[in-house]
């Protein structure tokens, strides 16, 4: 039997809720897991009420990032379900039910291959009196290794994960997940955050097999040195990175002779990382990164998971082949990534037309500006590009809005894309800016250095003040000149 979708299962769950409101919400947490009946096989491994300030005790695993066991305020019933989603696949769910529910679902999409559940996001959807869910996404961890020869495992990470309706939080694959669901199940979600969504998967993962040199922060310092200044603030923010036009003979040996000049061939290595990669006719990378990002940007590459993708990408999904090297990575490798598209994690196409006729709002912090004009977009769908953040998170920008359960400022509507979705979905207060927060030494919950308001796009920041950016009021929202 293939599995269709986790929605029914919530919705039993939360009419379980319901009826048993005679009794106290305790004994409704213990009762409950005995009286769900489904037409698939599923197991109830935890079924668990928490009081009021309490910590969730989560196994560890070693691919995914370690829980702070912060404490909750709102009492809560805390369930995880094992459902056989095929008969060689199968999907860990987890559902948190708050006293005192308002009604609203939060639904949490992961990031990178998939295989962890979002429990800081889950935290924050519970306190605030979502009824929360997230899954594992078919399988555990980071690894790619659960998809060899499985491909229905790959299907439960990139299609079956589409939890629940009303409301959608996802960065990066779960940000395409969440695009994926407007597009394919517009009656999901009332409202959809859609962060970094990382479309054209293979593309990207098939970029990090070029990258041959270091030195970044040189190409960093230059494209500052010429683009800084374009938004009227030098404070080490590229605001429009699609507007900096950084000539990267700047750093070459045969102008500037330092220590950190780079040689003709590292010049074309570096020129070729900024621009469009073709094979065989082929677009493999449509446009190559932007600048403002090199420093942080190009450790990614390096770090020990990012190279692990790389390496158990092409072996268990694209190839099923355990003894590819990613030593031998060659332009024909991205290629037949690209035309494989195993499990679809190559989507990339912008058409929620399905979404805006049901007259639904889709807010989403990074993705492209499609054709329309802004006042059709305007009615359901918001683009807020948000210069000098890392990928989700981090960064020199004011980074942090709410985006999830662990970079959070305030629960005022203008500070957390959460609240601001509700009141957009439900009131109809639709946002002309998203304001974000960026701390000293990104210690969040710290002394805040700044905020800024990010512009909806087409709207450009500009500044217009006197104390180099610091100050939120010098900013301005214009139209790009």
Request: aromatic residues 12%.
């Amino acid at each position: 039997m293939r599995f269709q979708s986790l929605s029914v299962i919530l919705s039993l769950v939360i009419a379980r809720v319901v009826a048993y409101a005679s009794n106290s919400f305790q004994d409704t947490c213990a009762d409950l897991a005995h009286h769900i009946d489904l037409d698939y096989p599923f197991v109830v491994s935890i079924a668990q009420h928490y009081p009021p300030n309490s910590g969730v005790e989560t196994a560890e695993n070693i691919t995914c990032e370690t829980y702070q066991h912060t404490p909750i305020e709102v009492g809560f019933c805390r369930f995880n379900l094992k459902i056989a989603t095929t008969n060689s696949s199968e999907i860990y769910v987890q559902v948190w039910l708050p006293e005192g529910w308002k009604g609203r679902l939060l639904t949490t999409g992961n990031g990178g291959l998939g295989g962890c559940i979002g429990y800081p996001t889950l935290a924050y959807g519970v306190s605030q009196g979502f009824v929360s869910i997230g899954a594992n996404g078919g399988h555990n961890g980071t690894s790619g290794g659960a998809f060899y020869n499985q491909p229905e495992v790959i299907i439960d990470n990139s299609r079956r994960s589409d939890l629940g309706k009303s409301y959608y939080v996802g960065c990066s694959a779960g940000g395409k997940v969440g695009w994926k669901i407007g597009q394919t199940k517009p009656d999901a979600f009332d409202g959809n955050i859609v962060g970094a969504p990382a479309f054209d998967f293979y593309r990207h993962i098939t970029y990090l097999g070029l990258i041959y040199t270091t030195l970044w922060g040189a190409v960093n310092a230059a494209a500052l040195q010429q683009c800084d200044g374009l938004d009227g603030a030098y404070d080490g923010i590229i605001k429009d990175p699609r507007a900096c036009k950084s000539d990267e003979s700047a750093v070459s040996c045969n102008i500037n002779s330092t220590s950190l000049c780079f040689t003709d061939d590292q010049i074309a290595t570096v020129k070729r990382f900024f621009a469009p990669i073709t094979y065989n006719d082929t677009i493999l990378h449509p446009t190559g990164h932007f600048h403002g990002y090199e420093t942080d940007l190009f450790l990614y590459p390096y770090i020990d998971l990012v190279l692990l993708w790389l390496l158990e990408i092409f072996r268990y999904m694209v190839y099923n082949d355990i003894n590819w090297d990613r030593a031998t990575f060659t332009l024909e490798d991205g290629y037949n990534a690209v035309k494989l598209d195993v499990g679809g994690f190559g989507e990339n196409s912008p058409d929620i037309t399905a979404f805006r006729e049901r007259g639904d709002t889709y807010y989403a912090s990074v993705q492209d500006f499609f054709e329309a004009t802004t006042a059709e977009l305007d009615e359901f769908y918001r683009y807020f590009r948000v210069g000098g953040i890392g990928h989700c998170y981090g960064g020199p920008a004011a980074n942090v809005l709410g985006q999830d359960g662990a970079n959070i400022s305030g629960l005022d509507a203008d500070d957390n894309l959460i609240t601001r979705i509700v009141e957009w979905a439900e009131r109809g207060e639709a946002p002309e800016f998203v304001r974000g927060t960026k701390y000293v030494d990104d210690v969040i919950g710290g002394e805040v250095a700044f905020k800024r308001k990010h512009c909806k796009v087409p709207l450009v920041n500009s500044y217009k003040g006197t104390k180099k950016g610091t100050d939120e009021d010098g900013w301005e929202c214009v139209e790009k000149e």
